[in-house]
C-alpha cells in the first residue's frame, strides 16, 4: 500500500524537477550553441547526448520500480525516478560550462 505524501516531498520533489528543468534547458542551450560553433564541445558530443539518455532513463526506471516495491508514496517514487536523470542533467551542465564559449569561431 502507498503511503501518503507530506507536504515537504511534495515541495522538496518540485524543487528537484525545477532543477533538472533548469539543467536540461541549459544544457540544450550550451550543446545548440556547440552545433552552432559558439560553445567548445568535444566532437563527441553529438552523439553522447542521444547515448546517455538511455542509461539515465533505465536507471531512473529501475529506480522508480524499486521504490515502488518499498511501497514509497507517489512522491517518493517520482523523487527516486528523477534521481538518476537530474544527476546526468547537472554533471553535463558543469562539464559543458567548463568548457565556456569558443573563442576560436569565425564570425
Do not use: C
Request: net charge positive; charged share 25%; proline share 5%.
Amino acid at each position: 500500500m502507498l503511503r501518503k505524501s507530506d507536504p515537504y516531498t511534495l515541495w522538496h520533489t518540485g524543487l528537484h524537477t525545477w532543477q533538472l528543468m533548469l539543467d536540461a534547458q541549459m544544457v540544450m542551450t550550451m550543446r545548440m550553441m556547440g552545433m552552432a560553433g559558439l560553445w567548445s564541445v568535444t566532437p563527441a558530443e553529438q552523439s553522447r547526448m542521444v547515448s546517455e539518455k538511455t542509461e539515465a532513463f533505465t536507471d531512473a526506471a529501475a529506480a522508480s520500480a524499486r521504490a515502488m516495491a518499498r511501497g514509497g508514496s507517489p512522491a517518493d517514487i517520482a523523487a527516486a525516478a528523477l534521481k538518476p536523470v537530474r544527476r546526468k542533467a547537472r554533471s553535463n551542465a558543469k562539464r559543458l560550462a567548463k568548457r565556456g564559449p569558443n573563442t576560436r569561431a569565425k564570425h
